[in-house]
């Protein structure tokens, strides 16, 4: 019973600490990192700065990040596992809700807003996708590796879900290595052991991501300002996710250090965060993230339900 407990509670920590990220990061999203840090960092929920993507979003809402993590999310429980057509549909309707909403139409990236186009004018999942390398799959796929147990499952649903929106090799393989890297973080697998799988699996996609990953692993004893100039922040999933990685990687066993140094990093900080806390939840649980982050956190509970769901359902796989 206990180590049911301690699943379910990486089951909520991992959607938790993504949207927690998330609605951190949004802060800071465009930034660069020197204008950042003599702005003072971010620490809390607040509003971001005129001009930022997330301008007019609230304390503690998140981004499109999280929603389409949540759609991918109820896509997995409707389905009682992946479904391409499933989540492909599901994914065009919210889009097109999204478009059409003025706060929430700024925050979606070209790739994803392109391919949500392209859905809802009819065109088939297998040929809607960009091939702009952005991070748009990375950011949402931490539920298929909460799903599924086998290495070899998570890898193959994790790519078929980014081929909907992002169609690059990059994009496709920094889906797998986030999607892989939570599911080895819920299995206990210590930070090495997690790097190194994530590599493994990404590397049949894209090797130069893989080895963008491995570098930043090798880097996590350095000091932040020479690693994220080194790897960079941007919204291409070559940046991002390494970054995340790197966040992860050098706060390891403190989950609230990981978040706010990827808060921090400058560029796209709501994407580097929310990926950065779908790992650190998957690892350590709820329990591991700051009582007041959970509180303030728009929609909190529901999500906290969808986690629960998603549990549910997937635990008689495991």
Same mark, same amino acid.
Request: charged residues 25%; aromatic residues 8%; negative net charge.
């Given at each position: 019973?206990?180590? !049911?407990?301690?699943?379910?509670?990486?089951?909520?920590?991992?959607?938790?600490?993504?949207?927690?990220?998330?609605?951190?990061?949004? /802060?800071?999203?465009?930034?660069?990192?020197?204008?950042?840090?003599?702005?003072?960092?971010?620490?809390?929920?607040?509003?971001?700065?005129?001009?930022?993507?997330?301008?007019? $979003?609230?304390?503690?809402?998140?981004? @499109?990040?999280?929603? /389409?993590?949540?759609?991918?999310?109820?896509?997995?429980?409707?389905?009682?596992?992946?479904?391409?057509?499933?989540?492909?549909?599901?994914?065009? +309707?919210?889009?097109?809700?999204?478009? &059409? @909403? =003025?706060?929430?139409?700024?925050?979606?990236?070209?790739?994803?807003?392109?391919?949500?186009?392209?859905?809802?004018?009819?065109?088939?999942?297998?040929?809607?996708?960009?091939?702009?390398?952005?991070?748009?799959?990375?950011?949402?796929?931490?539920?298929?590796? $909460?799903?599924?147990?086998?290495?070899?499952?998570?890898?193959?649903?994790?790519?078929?879900?980014?081929? =909907?929106?992002?169609?690059?090799?990059?994009?496709?393989?920094?889906?797998?290595?986030?999607? !892989?890297?939570?599911?080895?973080?819920?299995?206990?697998?210590?930070?090495?052991?997690?790097?190194?799988?994530?590599?493994?699996? +990404?590397?049949?996609? @894209?090797?130069?991501?893989?080895?963008?990953?491995?570098?930043?692993?090798?880097?996590?004893?350095?000091?932040?300002?020479?690693?994220?100039?080194?790897? %960079?922040?941007?919204?291409?999933?070559?940046?991002?996710?390494?970054?995340?990685?790197?966040?992860?990687?050098?706060?390891?066993?403190? =989950?609230?250090?990981?978040? $706010?140094?990827?808060? &921090?990093?400058?560029?796209?900080?709501?994407?580097?965060?929310?990926?950065?806390?779908?790992?650190?939840?998957?690892?350590?649980?709820?329990?591991?993230?700051?009582?007041?982050?959970?509180?303030?956190?728009? &929609? %909190?509970?529901?999500?906290?339900? !969808?986690?629960?769901?998603?549990?549910?359902?997937?635990?008689?796989?495991?």
């Amino acid at each position: 019973m206990k180590n !049911v407990v301690k699943l379910k509670s990486k089951y909520t920590g991992c959607m938790l600490g993504a949207a927690i990220g998330d609605a951190l990061g949004k /802060q800071n999203e465009g930034l660069a990192r020197k204008d950042i840090l003599n702005r003072g960092r971010i620490t809390d929920y607040g509003k971001a700065p005129a001009g930022c993507p997330g301008e007019k $979003l609230r304390e503690g809402q998140y981004t @499109d990040d999280t929603e /389409q993590m949540l759609v991918l999310a109820r896509s997995l429980i409707e389905c009682r596992g992946f479904e391409v057509s499933d989540f492909s549909g599901r994914l065009s +309707a919210w889009g097109k809700d999204a478009l &059409n @909403d =003025p706060l929430r139409k700024s925050l979606i990236g070209p790739a994803s807003a392109s391919a949500i186009v392209r859905l809802n004018s009819g065109m088939t999942w297998e040929y809607s996708g960009s091939d702009i390398p952005s991070c748009g799959s990375a950011m949402r796929v931490a539920p298929i590796g $909460l799903f599924y147990k086998d290495p070899d499952d998570i890898e193959f649903k994790a790519a078929i879900s980014s081929v =909907p929106t992002h169609n690059s090799k990059g994009a496709i393989a920094g889906a797998v290595a986030v999607a !892989v890297g939570a599911g080895c973080a819920l299995s206990d697998m210590d930070c090495g052991g997690i790097i190194k799988e994530a590599c493994s699996r +990404a590397s049949n996609y @894209d090797v130069d991501l893989s080895k963008k990953i491995k570098f930043s692993y090798g880097k996590r004893d350095y000091e932040p300002d020479e690693v994220f100039s080194e790897i %960079g922040t941007s919204y291409l999933v070559y940046e991002t996710v390494p970054s995340a990685f790197y966040c992860f990687s050098r706060h390891f066993d403190e =989950p609230e250090n990981a978040i $706010l140094e990827a808060v &921090n990093a400058g560029g796209d900080t709501d994407s580097i965060a929310c990926i950065t806390g779908a790992l650190c939840g998957a690892l350590h649980g709820a329990t591991s993230f700051p009582e007041g982050w959970i509180r303030g956190l728009e &929609n %909190g509970k529901m999500i906290e339900e !969808v986690a629960d769901m998603l549990f549910e359902i997937s635990l008689s796989r495991r």
